[in-house]
């Protein structure tokens, strides 16, 4: 459903993904973890299409097709999302405005009439209830004033309202006490169907712990240098990363 | 003879104009409580003199768009009828009442005042003045001798005609009173209209009243010059909102100055929403008279060719205890500009004034210039004040966020100025008046994306 096929990008002029290759089927949870600055957070704005990163060669192809040169709001009407480590507060803006329209951009590209706000709040109410989130938050602006934790749990409110294909979930356990991250998990595993997939960039075992995956992956220095089955995270929680950039060293 | 301004160098146009308008029309001065206000007004303007860049707040304004033309008092309107869908689209069907003014002349049979409640008068200035002589004649202009705004001072002398709204003690009205002034030029030549209001809010009592200041013919080639000057009294325990929305051609100057006078415990509000004109300027003097005197005064620019903004505030903190805010933003497209100027004055015995004041800017093009001059006079030494002053582009980090959620990009910038935006509106404390005026705001803001796409 994606691939990323060999891709190198820089920010700046700073190379920072180094030759990446992944591929992500329907129905899988990808984990990707690894050291800081090792180009996760890189590799999830690449995918979404941030313009400041800018890739040097190699492609993304979503559905059998290159996205590389698709905008974010075109990769999003797609069916990409990226659940954003530090999402963004926008003073001023509605937060269910803001989901309605999101919604809206999407039916309008795939042919669809727009919800009007009364239709779009059934939906919302559906969706709050879903990720269990209090109502109260959709008064208020977009992620302005709110905690980590509500920050976090408003990206899964709006991933459960544009059911995406592909969502990406960049550190969403950061910042989040335990109950927080266990209902942020809850959220996004009761999202998860057969015909999506996840892929979670995460510094900690702990979240795999409540999301399982199917496959992960080391990151270091801009290239995967491992990949395993779930079993590679509780390996690494328990001998670091660097066994694994050893080996790979070693390898090499 | 008349010694106004500058008298060795060459008269601008302007200035001769507004020589001639004097001359022809002082012979027939009248009535007679009018009469000496305007004499005082002509004295202080010969005495003052036209502004130039050797005012401190007049330093880096251009006041070309305003001094180059000899304008004209403009004609009489050539059909209402013809204003008649113009005149429909500019005001609330919901208004308490409707106050029309076409050309500087009052025009009864475009106006509404028969909803309004006992007591409450609303009408032209000379119609108000001659049932309530008392307290109209006393507040009009009277302190002329004292001005110290030069255009305050022309337009005392000038004036055509203008409107008068007196709420008795304790009349709480919940919709606006609206007026509108619309310029409807004939022909190519520079043509201009000098207005007034006074509002006198009497303790206890509750009004809002929105001027709106429109072009007919938005179109129109033909330099415009409209001169408003409005009187605000807010006597103890009124609560005044006054919002001035200037929407005229680009081909107009706008010259507003609105002098309000705050008693104890009374709460005033001005907003100011300016979103035409060539040259625009409104000049906002609150006067804080008793203790524990509040105002807010707010504004909001959208702006794009060429057109320029001119904010200027003085608060005059003369008595303990008061509180004033101030919130001027601006939206800058194009080769726009915008000014501000705001002065907070706190007596020395004016203790406890808590004064606070910020000027905000999103510049939407490289071009657009912002200017902004925060002053602080405080001889009292237990006083709280803050001044600031941001100016910025749209955020990167928040148009991502938008676009990554499927938003075109134009929508995301949509969204995110039109934010930026209703905070002024949602600001003004009247509920009938945010839904239309949200409205106008989006589409000025619509037009100004395109317009800078």
């Known amino acids: 459903m994606l691939e990323i096929r060999d891709v190198y990008a820089r920010v700046d002029e700073k190379e920072i993904l180094k030759g990446i290759s992944l591929t992500i089927n329907p129905g899988e949870i990808h984990a990707i973890m690894g050291p800081n600055g090792s180009g996760k957070s890189t590799l999830a704005k690449v995918i979404a299409g941030h313009p400041a990163f800018s890739v040097t060669s190699g492609d993304i192809v979503f559905e059998g097709q290159s996205i590389l040169e698709d905008d974010p709001e075109d990769r999003a009407r797609k069916g990409l999302f990226l659940a954003f480590q530090y999402p963004i507060e926008v003073p001023g803006v509605n937060n269910a405005n803001f989901l309605r329209m999101a919604y809206n951009a999407k039916r309008a590209y795939e042919g669809k009439d727009e919800l009007d706000p009364l239709e779009f709040q059934d939906l919302l109410d559906e969706k709050l209830k879903l990720v269990e989130m209090d109502p109260s938050f959709t008064d208020r602006a ?77 990151l270091s220095e801009g290239r995967i240098i491992k990949s395993g089955g779930k079993e590679l995270a509780l390996q690494l929680e328990e001998r670091g990363y660097d066994w694994v950039i050893a080996q790979q060293a070693a390898e090499v | ?324 805010q101030q919130l001027y933003k601006g939206i800058l497209a194009q080769r726009s500009r915008a000014d501000f100027d705001g002065t907070i004055v706190i007596a020395p015995h004016a203790q406890k004034s808590d004064a606070s004041q910020l000027h905000q800017t999103l510049l939407l093009s490289d071009e657009a210039r912002v200017l902004t001059r925060p002053q602080l006079r405080i001889d009292a030494d237990d006083v709280k004040c803050a001044h600031g002053a941001s100016v910025g582009q749209l955020s990167e980090d928040q148009l991502f966020y938008l676009t990554s959620r499927g938003l075109p990009f134009s929508q995301a910038q949509a969204v995110l100025t039109a934010g930026f935006a209703d905070e002024i509106v949602e600001a003004i404390p009247c509920e009938a008046l945010k839904a239309p005026l949200i409205d106008l705001v989006h589409s000025r803001l619509e037009a100004l994306l395109t317009a800078n796409a």
Not at chain 2, 132 to 139: A, H, K, R, T
């Open chain 2, 1 to 324: 003879m008349l010694t106004m301004v500058r008298t060795q160098e060459a008269k601008t146009p302007f200035e001769q104009a507004v020589q001639e308008q004097w001359r022809t029309q002082s012979s027939v001065l009248q009535p007679a409580w009018v009469a000496s206000r305007r004499i005082g007004g002509w004295t202080r303007l010969e005495a003052l003199g036209l502004p130039s860049r050797a005012l401190e707040a007049w330093r880096y304004v251009n006041l070309e768009p305003v001094s180059r033309h000899g304008f004209v008092p403009l004609p009489e309107p050539a059909s209402l009828d013809v204003l008649d869908p113009v005149i429909s689209a500019l005001t609330l069907p919901e208004a308490a009442a409707k106050l029309v003014f076409v050309n500087g002349i009052f025009q009864p049979t475009l106006s509404d005042t028969t909803r309004l409640p006992e007591g409450v008068l609303a009408g032209s200035l000379f119609d108000v003045a001659a049932q309530l002589p008392q307290p109209i004649e006393s507040y009009f202009a009277a302190d002329i001798e004292a001005e110290a705004d030069a255009f305050v001072a022309l337009n005392t002398a000038l004036f055509s005609e203008g409107y008068a709204v007196y709420v008795p003690q304790g009349v709480k009205l919940d919709t606006p009173l609206e007026v509108l002034f619309l310029t409807d030029a004939q022909g190519t030549s520079p043509q201009g209209a000098h207005v007034r209001g006074v509002v006198i809010a009497e303790p206890h009592s509750q009004v809002t009243i929105m001027a709106r200041f429109a072009s007919a013919g938005a179109a129109s080639a033909t330099p415009t010059l409209t001169t408003a000057v409005t009187e605000l009294v807010a006597q103890p325990g009124a609560l005044l909102n006054y919002v001035h929305v200037q929407t005229e051609a680009d081909t107009a100057a706008h010259m507003a100055a609105t002098k309000t006078w705050v008693h104890g415990d009374a709460r005033l509000h001005v907003s100011t929403l300016a979103f035409g004109s060539r040259f625009s300027r409104h000049y906002v003097h609150s006067a804080m008279v008793s203790e524990e005197a509040c105002c807010e005064l707010n504004g909001l620019a959208i702006l794009q060719g060429e057109t320029h903004v001119f904010d200027h505030t003085v608060i005059d903190h003369q008595k303990p205890h008061g509180g004033s």
């Open chain 1, 142 to 218: 977009v992620n302005a004033g709110f905690s980590g934790g509500e920050k976090k749990k408003n990206e899964i409110l709006q991933m459960a309202v544009l059911e995406p294909k592909v969502s990406i979930l960049d550190e969403i356990d950061s910042g989040l006490d335990i109950d927080a991250l266990r209902e942020v998990a809850n959220g996004v595993n009761k999202l998860m169907s057969p015909e999506k997939a996840v892929v979670m960039v995460t510094h900690y075992q702990r979240l795999l712990n409540y999301i399982q995956p199917d496959y992960v992956h080391v």
